[in-house]
C-alpha cells in the first residue's frame, strides 16, 4: 500500500485584499508590504511583480512571461490529453498507472494523481489540464487540490488550468462529454436552448454553470460551440446553436458574458475574478459547412466546401457574439479553430484551420483584433490514421510535415497553444527551426507572447492568490437543488409541440399508456467500449406511473408514447459517409449521409465533390450520388408503425430526441401528437404530456420534406431546404411550435422565425399580437 496524505492547506485573508491560501509543504511563504501579504510563489524571499496581487492581470503576466524559460514557456503551450479522475487506461488515452501499478493495487484514493500526469505537471511543466470524467465533486474538489499543490511546490509556482468540454446536457451524444461525475445540475443540449429563443436562459445558464464548474476546480469551459450549423447532416449540428446567426450570435454572447462575469466581492478586476470560467469559443472560423455531413474528427471529412460564397454569415457568432460581450469582460477569451480545411477560401492555402496564417494571424488576429488565447483541437500534429478512424492525428492539409514542423507551422499562423499533446519535445524542436529562420530573439520573443496570452487568463481567475477548494463546500453546490430546478425548468422550455391533432394532448392523469420497448444495436462508444445489442424501455417506469399508469400492451392502453431517436443510432459515432467495406470492394468509399429511417439511395447527389484528396487516396472525387446507405435504428420507424397498427383509432404520441435536421415524412402522419426534445429529458415531456407544464419551444432548425432537399441545399447556406408539411398543414421550418392555443406566434417568432405566416393565418396573428 502507497501512502499517501491529502495536502495541508494554509490561509490568511487580507485585510483589505484577497484571502490567500498555500500548501504547507509547497515551500511558499507569505511576503508582508505595505501591511498586505503576498506569496512568495518564486520562494526565493524576493517580491516580483507577478506575485503582486495589486496589479493588473496583464502587468503580472508580461512580468512572469518574461522570467520563463523557453523550456517552461513550452510546457505552458501544451494541453493535456483526456483525463480522468480516477484514471482510465484505454488503447486511445494510454496507459495510467500509480505508483507503477493500478489504482486498485497501489490502493490509492481515487482522486489520487497518476504517475502520468505527475510527468507531465513536473517534467513538461505543463499547466493545461481538460478533465473528461470524475467520480463526485468531492473527489474532484480533492483531485484539484493534489494538482494545485504539486505545482504551487514547482518552480514560479505557476498554478494548473483546468478545463472541460460542455458536461452539464443530460445525453452523452458529443464529442467528448462523459458527465461531472457525481450530480451537476442538467440543462436541454445547446441546441435544445435555441429552442428556447431566449438568450437570458443561456446567460443564467452560464452564471450557474460556471459556479458548479469554480466548484469541480474547473476554470476554463471548452464551449460553447457557436459554428454555424448550415449543414444539416452534420452530426455536431446538436452541440451548436443552430443555423441563424443572429440569434447563435446572441446566445454565444450571453453564454460567453454568463461563464465570465464575476460580479461584487468575487470580482478582481474589469469582471473577471473568482466565479469567472474563461470561455473558449469554438470552432473558428466555423466547422458547420462540411462537405457531405461528414465530420473533420476523420481524414474522409477534413473538408470544409462554400459553394454558396457564404463564408462570411459563419464569423457572425464570433465577431458580432463571442467578440462583443455586453459584460465588462468585453470578449470571449479564448478561441479553438477546427480541424476543417476551408477549401478554396481566402488565404490560397488547404490546410487545417490552425495551421493556416490567414485565418488566424490576418483574420482573427488581425481584422477582428483579437488578442486572448488561440488553441488548437486535439491532436492535430500526430499523424494521420485510416481514414474513417477518430483517435489519430488530424493533420490536414500538412500530412507530409513532420510533427515538429507542423509545431512550427502552427506557432507561426499565430496560435497559442497545442490541445492533446503532453510532451514539449516537438514544441521546443518548433522553436529551433525558427530560431533558424528567424533568430532567436525573433522567436523568443513570439513564444513570450503566448504565455502572456496564457498566463493572464490564470491570473484573471484569481489561481495565483487561490487555487484550493474545500472538497465539502463544492459536495454542497454542485448539483444542489436550487441549480438542478433551473436546469429543469430550462429543459421544459426547449421541449417544441410540433403535432397536436384533435388537441389529444394533454392526457388525462393515470391514463392507461403503453410504451413499447427499444432496440439499441451493438456499437462501440467513444471511451472504446463494446455495448451489446439489447432491449430496454425508454424511460423509467416509476417516473411514468407518477403520471399515468403504465400498461404491457396495446390493448390495454387508452394512448402510446413512441420514443424514437434521431436517425443513424442516436449519435453513439460522429462517424457519418465513409465505409471502409465500399472502398475494398472497388468503390472510393464514400457514402450518403441519411436522415431519414428507410435505406436511401442519392439519386440527387452532385456529380463530383467539391473538395477531395488524401495521401491514402488516387482520387479526387468523394462523390456518392446513385449509392445507398442504412440507419442503424431503422427499428423506430417499425416501432411506431407497428404501435399505431395495434392501437387503431387511439391516440400515438411521438417524442423524438433529435440531434439535428432529419426527415419526419415517414412517421408523422402515423403520429397523432409529435414532440421534440434535444437532450435526453423524460420528466419534462410528462410534464408536457400532462398538461402540468404547456409546451412553449420552438423549432431551432428546418425540418426537410425529404431526403432530395437535403441533397440539393448548400452546405454553407441555411434555410435552404423545403420543409415538411404536415398533415394539418403546419411546415415545419424554422421558428415553428405549438402550445395549447395552437401556433405560437409571440415577439420570438416576430423577431427570429423563418416565414411563420406559413403556419398562422392573419386572424390568428392579430390575435397572438
Known amino acids: 500500500m502507497i501512502q499517501e496524505t491529502e495536502p495541508k492547506i494554509l490561509s490568511k485573508k487580507n485585510p483589505k485584499g484577497p484571502l490567500l491560501k498555500w500548501s504547507a ?271 473533420a474528427h476523420f481524414p474522409c471529412g477534413k473538408y470544409s466546401v462554400y459553394p454558396g460564397n457564404n463564408f462570411e454569415e459563419h464569423l457572425i457568432p464570433f465577431t458580432e457574439g463571442a467578440f462583443k460581450l455586453k459584460g465588462k469582460t468585453k470578449m470571449a477569451s479564448a478561441v479553438m479553430p477546427y480541424y476543417t480545411i476551408i477549401y478554396g477560401q481566402p488565404g490560397g492555402e488547404n490546410v487545417g484551420c490552425s495551421y493556416s496564417k490567414y485565418l488566424v494571424q490576418d483574420l482573427l488576429r488581425g481584422t477582428c483584433n483579437y488578442d486572448g488565447v488561440v488553441c488548437t483541437d486535439w491532436s492535430i500534429t500526430a499523424d494521420e490514421g485510416p481514414l474513417d478512424s477518430m483517435y489519430s492525428g488530424k493533420c490536414w492539409g500538412v500530412e507530409h510535415l513532420s510533427e515538429p514542423e507542423r509545431c512550427y507551422k502552427v ?41 502572456r496570452r496564457l498566463l493572464k487568463n490564470i491570473f484573471r481567475t484569481g489561481l495565483f492568490e487561490n487555487p484550493y477548494l474545500v472538497p465539502e463546500e463544492s459536495a454542497r453546490l454542485v448539483g444542489c437543488p436550487e441549480y438542478m430546478q433551473e436546469g429543469f425548468e430550462a429543459q421544459l422550455k426547449s421541449v417544441v409541440m410540433l403535432k397536436n391533432r384533435n388537441q389529444v394532448l394533454p392526457l388525462k392523469e393515470k391514463t392507461k399508456v403503453y410504451v413499447p420497448k427499444q432496440y439499441i444495436p451493438a456499437y462501440t462508444d467513444w471511451m472504446e467500449n463494446q455495448v451489446k445489442e439489447h432491449w430496454e424501455l425508454p424511460m423509467n417506469p416509476g417516473l411514468l406511473n407518477k403520471y399515468f399508469t403504465l400498461v404491457d400492451t396495446p390493448q390495454e392502453a387508452e394512448a402510446a408514447i413512441c420514443f424514437l431517436r434521431q436517425p443513424d443510432g442516436a449519435g453513439f459515432s460522429l462517424l457519418g459517409g465513409y465505409d471502409a467495406k465500399d472502398r475494398e470492394n472497388g468503390g472510393n468509399g464514400y457514402l450518403p449521409v441519411s436522415l431519414q429511417y428507410r435505406p436511401y439511395t442519392a439519386e440527387k447527389a452532385r456529380e463530383h465533390s467539391i473538395a477531395g484528396g488524401d495521401p491514402q487516396e488516387d482520387f479526387i472525387n468523394r462523390g456518392y450520388k446513385g449509392k445507398t446507405t442504412e440507419v442503424d435504428n431503422e427499428c423506430d420507424l417499425d416501432m411506431l408503425l407497428d404501435t399505431r397498427r395495434q392501437m387503431g383509432d387511439k391516440p400515438v404520441i411521438a417524442c423524438v430526441s433529435m440531434t439535428g435536421p432529419m426527415v419526419m415524412a415517414e412517421f408523422e402522419e402515423a403520429a397523432d401528437a409529435i414532440l421534440t426534445t434535444f437532450g435526453n429529458l423524460p420528466q419534462a415531456l410528462m410534464e408536457i404530456i400532462s398538461g402540468r407544464k404547456e409546451p412553449s419551444g420552438l423549432l431551432p432548425l428546418q425540418i426537410p420534406e425529404n431526403m432530395d432537399t437535403v441533397e440539393e441545399q448548400y452546405e454553407d447556406v441555411p434555410f435552404d431546404m423545403i420543409c415538411h408539411v404536415d398533415s394539418e398543414g403546419h411546415t415545419y421550418d424554422f421558428g415553428y411550435g405549438l402550445n395549447w392555443k395552437g401556433v405560437i406566434y409571440d415577439e420570438r417568432v416576430r423577431k427570429y422565425a423563418h416565414h411563420p405566416e406559413k403556419n398562422i393565418n392573419k386572424k390568428d396573428m392579430e390575435t397572438e399580437s
Open 411 to 451: 506557432i507561426m499562423a499565430g496560435v497559442d497553444q497545442f490541445g492533446g499533446l503532453n510532451e514539449k519535445e516537438n514544441v521546443l524542436k518548433a522553436y529551433e527551426i525558427g530560431v533558424k529562420e528567424h533568430g532567436e530573439a525573433f522567436m523568443k520573443q513570439r513564444f513570450q507572447d503566448s504565455a
Open 25 to 295: 509543504d509547497s515551500g511558499v511563504k507569505l511576503l508582508e508590504k505595505d501591511g498586505l501579504y503576498f506569496k512568495d510563489l518564486a520562494k526565493d524571499g524576493n517580491f516580483y511583480p507577478y506575485e503582486d496581487w495589486r496589479l493588473s492581470a496583464q502587468e503580472r503576466a508580461e512580468d512572469l512571461a518574461s522570467r520563463l524559460s523557453i523550456e517552461q514557456i513550452a510546457g505552458l503551450m501544451l494541453y493535456s490529453k483526456h483525463q480522468f479522475v480516477p484514471g482510465l487506461s484505454s488503447d486511445y488515452f494510454g496507459k495510467v498507472t500509480y505508483s507503477g501499478t493500478s489504482l486498485q493495487e497501489a490502493q490509492v484514493p481515487v482522486h489520487a494523481l497518476s504517475d502520468q500526469q505527475k510527468t507531465f505537471l513536473t517534467e513538461d511543466f505543463l499547466r493545461h489540464v481538460l478533465v473528461v470524467a470524475v467520480s463526485s465533486a468531492e473527489s474532484s474538489a480533492k483531485w484539484n487540490n493534489r494538482l494545485q499543490a504539486l505545482t504551487e511546490g514547482l518552480e514560479w509556482g505557476i498554478p494548473v488550468s483546468v478545463s472541460s468540454d460542455p458536461r452539464h446536457g443530460t445525453t452523452v451524444s458529443f464529442e467528448f462529454d462523459a458527465g461531472a461525475g457525481g450530480d451537476i445540475s442538467h440543462w436541454p443540449e445547446s441546441l435544445g436552448m435555441t429552442a428556447a429563443f431566449d438568450p437570458e436562459l443561456v446567460r443564467k445558464f452560464g452564471k450557474i454553470a460556471s459556479q458548479e464548474y469554480r466548484a469541480l476546480g474547473i476554470n476554463t469551459a471548452l464551449s460553447p460551440q457557436i459554428d454555424l450549423s448550415t449543414e444539416p447532416r452534420w452530426s455536431r449540428f446538436g452541440g451548436s446553436f443552430g443555423e441563424h446567426s443572429g440569434l447563435s450570435a446572441e446566445l454565444a454572447e450571453a453564454y460567453c458574458d454568463g461563464f465570465q462575469t464575476s460580479e461584487g466581492e468575487k470580482e478582481i478586476e474589469d469582471g473577471w475574478g473568482y466565479d469567472s470560467v474563461n470561455a473558449m469559443v469554438k470552432h473558428w472560423p466555423g466547422g458547420g459547412a462540411v462537405e457531405g455531413g461528414r465530420d
